[in-house]
């Protein structure tokens, strides 16, 4: 084992001056902002509706917020995922991948705290 752990690798280094991968940036970012957004609708969005709802409503309506945020994070991974492979580096979109990012992430922060308002103003009423 000694002898492998020894040996030099030949693998090739990235020659992309500095610029990361975009497309693997918000790929990552993606994935992430699912998560959070699911454990905000959990600890958010059903708290709120359990208050309104005693039954197993809230947990459907966790699956269905869950299920209609994907299509708009597909749609920001798909916009980077198609870069071909020397745009994926390209310095100058930069700018445009941090819009998207913020516009993800407010999404994703944003709104399980709009749909919690929302329900509790129903549920109110």
Known sequence: MAKALD??????????????????????NVALALIVYTGLQ??????????GVSSTIPYFALILLVGAIIPAC???????KDLPGDKAHDASLRSAYRRDQVLLWAIAIGLPFVLTAFFKAIFAA
Do not use: C, N, Q, Y
């Open 7 to 28: 040996r030099e690798h030949g693998f090739a280094t990235a020659t992309h001056s500095g610029s990361p991968d975009w497309s693997k940036k918000m790929s990552d």
């Open 74 to 80: 597909r749609w920001f991974e798909k916009r980077w």
């Open 42 to 51: 959990i600890f958010v969005t059903v708290e709120a509706l359990k208050d």
